[in-house]
C-alpha cells in the first residue's frame, strides 16, 4: 500500500542522486516545470524504448511519425481544441490564486489560504498555450503549442498510408513534446505544462472498431505488468457514459495507485472516424481509404493508446521505490533503499567498481568496463567504500554490480553482485559479456 510520504522520499531520492531537479532552481524554480538529471534523462529514454520497442518494432502494423509541435492554427480549430479544451476556473478574492472549479473542496474553503465563499463565478479557460509566429505580433500570426501529439498523426494519415501502402488495421506511433496550459498541476511530474507524451493511432475498419479497442485495452495493461508494475497497483477502468469525450464510443483508463490515490497513467479511446472526418471536411482533402479487395471505400475508424511519458516514468519509480532491513557485514542491521527497476528500465545497466583505489586495481576495472560499454550503460565508481557504493547503485536501481578485487589479477574472474537479492557471483572476465547477455533477458 503507497503511503502519502512516499512521494517525499521519491522526490528526495530523485534530487539527491541526479534523477529529477526543480527547474530553473537557481532562481527559486519555475512552478511546475522539471529538468531531467543524467541518470533520470536515461531512465526517461529506457521507458520511452521499451514503449517504442513494443509499439513499433516488435510489430510489423505500426510505423512512427515525428510531426511538428507547431501545426496550422485550422487544425485546431478543426479538432475541438479551441472551443472546447477548457477547465472551469475561479479565483479566490483574497489571495487570488486560482483553481479548477471541480477541484475544490466539499467544504468550499480556499486550498491555499483556507477563505470560505471567496471564489469568482467559474469561467472557461483554454488550456492551449498561444504563441506568435514572425515578427509581428497579431491575430493573423496567432499559433498555438500543440496540447497532443494525435492531430499530427491524423492530418498525416494519406502521407503515412500512401508511403508506407500499409492496410487496415494499421498504426502510427509518435513521441513528443504536448503543452497544456494547467490550472492547478502538481505532484512532481504527474501533471505539468509541458510533458512528453506516447501516443499511437490505430486506423481500422468501422465494423472492427469495438475489437480492436478490446484488444488494445489489454495490451497495454500487460506492457505495464510486462514491466514489473505489480497487479495489484493497477486497474482498467471504462468510463462512464457521462465521463465520454464527444467523439467517443468508448474509453478507459489504465490507473495506478499513486501515494495520493488512483490516478490515470493510459487512456485507450475508440475515436471512430470523428478526427479523419472533420479533417477531410475542412481541408477539402480525401482522407478516406480505398478497400481494393472489398471494392469498397471508408473512413477508417481510430483506436488510440495514449500515455504520458513523465507520468509512466513517475509510476515505474514509485512501484520500484522499497525500503528494506539489511544485515550489515560487522553486525547489527541498516535500512537499504532500492529501486527494483527492470533492468530494461534501468538507468545504469552495469556499474563496474574496482575494490579500491589501487593503482593496479583501477586500470584492471577500466578495461573491465571498455569491455563492456558498447553493449551496455555502464557507471564507474571509485569513490567511498565497496559497501557504500552498492548502496549507491542499489538506490539508483542498477541491476548488477561488476567489482574487481586483487584476485582478479590472477584468476581473471569479477565478483558480480544482484542488487535485488545482493548474492554474488565469481564470473570470467571472458565470459562476462555471454553471463550478461543471459540475465538480461
Same mark, same amino acid.
Given at each position: 500500500?503507497?503511503?502519502?510520504?512516499?512521494?517525499?522520499?521519491?522526490?528526495?531520492?530523485?534530487? /539527491?542522486?541526479?534523477?529529477?531537479?526543480?527547474?530553473?532552481?537557481?532562481?527559486?524554480?519555475?512552478?511546475?516545470?522539471?529538468? %531531467?538529471?543524467?541518470?533520470?534523462?536515461?531512465?526517461?529514454?529506457?521507458?520511452?524504448?521499451?514503449?517504442?520497442?513494443?509499439?513499433?518494432?516488435?510489430? @510489423?502494423?505500426?510505423?512512427?511519425?515525428?510531426?511538428?509541435?507547431?501545426?496550422?492554427?485550422?487544425?485546431?480549430?478543426?479538432?475541438?481544441?479551441?472551443?472546447?479544451?477548457? #477547465? $472551469? =476556473?475561479?479565483?479566490?478574492?483574497?489571495?487570488?490564486?486560482?483553481?479548477?472549479?471541480?477541484?475544490?473542496?466539499?467544504?468550499?474553503?480556499?486550498?491555499n489560504c483556507g477563505a470560505r465563499d471567496s471564489f469568482t463565478e467559474s469561467r472557461q479557460f483554454n488550456l492551449m498555450f498561444k504563441t506568435f509566429v514572425?515578427?509581428?505580433?497579431?491575430?493573423?500570426?496567432?499559433?498555438?503549442?500543440?496540447?497532443?501529439?494525435?492531430?499530427?498523426?491524423?492530418?498525416?494519415?494519406?502521407?503515412?498510408?500512401?508511403?508506407?501502402?500499409?492496410?487496415? $488495421?494499421?498504426?502510427?506511433?509518435?513521441?513528443?513534446?504536448?503543452?497544456?496550459?494547467?490550472?492547478?498541476?502538481?505532484?512532481?511530474?504527474?501533471?505539468?505544462?509541458?510533458?512528453?507524451?506516447?501516443?499511437?493511432? %490505430?486506423?481500422?475498419?468501422?465494423?472492427?472498431?469495438?475489437?480492436?479497442?478490446?484488444?488494445?485495452?489489454?495490451?497495454?495493461?500487460?506492457?505495464?505488468?510486462?514491466?514489473?508494475?505489480?497487479?495489484?497497483?493497477? /486497474?482498467?477502468?471504462?468510463?462512464?457514459?457521462?465521463? =465520454?469525450?464527444h467523439y467517443s464510443t468508448g474509453t478507459s483508463d489504465i490507473e495506478f495507485e499513486f501515494p495520493w490515490g488512483w490516478g490515470e497513467l493510459e487512456g485507450?479511446?475508440?475515436?471512430? *472516424?470523428? *478526427?479523419?472526418? /472533420?479533417?477531410?471536411?475542412?481541408?477539402?482533402?480525401?482522407?478516406?481509404?480505398? @478497400?481494393?479487395?472489398? *471494392?469498397?471505400? %471508408?473512413?477508417?475508424?481510430?483506436?488510440?493508446?495514449?500515455?504520458?511519458?513523465?507520468?509512466?516514468?513517475?509510476?515505474?519509480?514509485?512501484?520500484? %521505490?522499497?525500503?528494506?532491513?539489511?544485515?550489515?557485514?560487522?553486525?547489527?542491521?541498516?535500512? +537499504?533503499?532500492?529501486?527494483?527497476? #527492470?533492468?530494461?528500465?534501468?538507468?545504469?545497466?552495469?556499474?563496474?567498481?574496482?575494490?579500491?583505489?589501487?593503482? +593496479?586495481?583501477?586500470?584492471?576495472?577500466?578495461?573491465?568496463?571498455?569491455k563492456l560499454r558498447p553493449a551496455y550503460m555502464i557507471d564507474f565508481d571509485t569513490a567511498g567504500s565497496i559497501g557504500r557504493r552498492y548502496r549507491r547503485? *542499489?538506490?539508483?536501481?542498477?541491476? =548488477?554490480?561488476?567489482?574487481?578485487?586483487?584476485?582478479?589479477?590472477?584468476?581473471?574472474?569479477?565478483?558480480?553482485?544482484?542488487?535485488?537479492?545482493?548474492?554474488?557471483?565469481?564470473?570470467?572476465? @571472458?565470459?562476462?559479456?555471454?553471463? =550478461?547477455?543471459? /540475465?538480461?533477458?
Amino acid at each position: 500500500m503507497a503511503t502519502p510520504d512516499q512521494i517525499d522520499r521519491v522526490v528526495n531520492l530523485c534530487k /539527491r542522486r541526479g534523477l529529477i531537479f526543480p527547474s530553473s532552481e537557481i532562481y527559486g524554480g519555475f512552478r511546475s516545470t522539471w529538468d %531531467y538529471g543524467p541518470l533520470g534523462v536515461l531512465l526517461k529514454r529506457n521507458v520511452k524504448d521499451a514503449w517504442w520497442r513494443s509499439m513499433v518494432q516488435m510489430r @510489423d502494423d505500426v510505423v512512427g511519425l515525428d510531426a511538428a509541435i507547431l501545426m496550422a492554427p485550422k487544425v485546431w480549430e478543426t479538432s475541438g481544441h479551441l472551443k472546447t479544451f477548457t #477547465d $472551469p =476556473l475561479v479565483d479566490c478574492r483574497k489571495c487570488q490564486e486560482r483553481f479548477r472549479s471541480d477541484e475544490l473542496p466539499v467544504s468550499g474553503a480556499c486550498p491555499n489560504c483556507g477563505a470560505r465563499d471567496s471564489f469568482t463565478e467559474s469561467r472557461q479557460f483554454n488550456l492551449m498555450f498561444k504563441t506568435f509566429v514572425g515578427p509581428v505580433e497579431d491575430d493573423a500570426a496567432v499559433a498555438y503549442l500543440r496540447p497532443e501529439t494525435a492531430q499530427g498523426i491524423f492530418v498525416n494519415f494519406s502521407n503515412v498510408q500512401t508511403t508506407t501502402r500499409k492496410k487496415p $488495421p494499421f498504426g502510427v506511433a509518435q513521441i513528443g513534446k504536448s503543452f497544456r496550459n494547467e490550472i492547478t498541476p502538481g505532484n512532481f511530474i504527474f501533471r505539468t505544462r509541458e510533458f512528453e507524451q506516447m501516443e499511437m493511432e %490505430y486506423f481500422v475498419p468501422p465494423e472492427e472498431g469495438a475489437k480492436w479497442y478490446e484488444y488494445w485495452c489489454q495490451t497495454r495493461y500487460q506492457w505495464f505488468l510486462d514491466l514489473g508494475v505489480p497487479q495489484e497497483k493497477l /486497474r482498467l477502468r471504462p468510463h462512464e457514459e457521462s465521463e =465520454l469525450s464527444h467523439y467517443s464510443t468508448g474509453t478507459s483508463d489504465i490507473e495506478f495507485e499513486f501515494p495520493w490515490g488512483w490516478g490515470e497513467l493510459e487512456g485507450i479511446a475508440n475515436r471512430t *472516424d470523428f *478526427d479523419l472526418t /472533420r479533417h477531410a471536411e475542412a481541408s477539402g482533402s480525401d482522407l478516406s481509404y480505398f @478497400d481494393q479487395e472489398n *471494392d469498397r471505400r %471508408y473512413i477508417p475508424h481510430v483506436i488510440e493508446p495514449a500515455l504520458g511519458a513523465d507520468r509512466a516514468t513517475l509510476a515505474f519509480l514509485l512501484a520500484a %521505490y522499497e525500503e528494506e532491513e539489511v544485515p550489515k557485514e560487522k553486525g547489527g542491521s541498516e535500512v +537499504r533503499t532500492v529501486l527494483r527497476l #527492470d533492468w530494461r528500465l534501468a538507468p545504469i545497466s552495469v556499474a563496474v567498481l574496482p575494490l579500491s583505489r589501487n593503482e +593496479r586495481l583501477v586500470p584492471a576495472a577500466e578495461a573491465v568496463a571498455a569491455k563492456l560499454r558498447p553493449a551496455y550503460m555502464i557507471d564507474f565508481d571509485t569513490a567511498g567504500s565497496i559497501g557504500r557504493r552498492y548502496r549507491r547503485q *542499489d538506490e539508483v536501481g542498477t541491476p =548488477l554490480c561488476v567489482t574487481v578485487d586483487f584476485e582478479s589479477l590472477d584468476d581473471q574472474a569479477v565478483t558480480v553482485r544482484d542488487r535485488d537479492t545482493m548474492q554474488q557471483e565469481r564470473v570470467s572476465i @571472458d565470459g562476462l559479456l555471454t553471463y =550478461l547477455q543471459e /540475465r538480461f533477458v
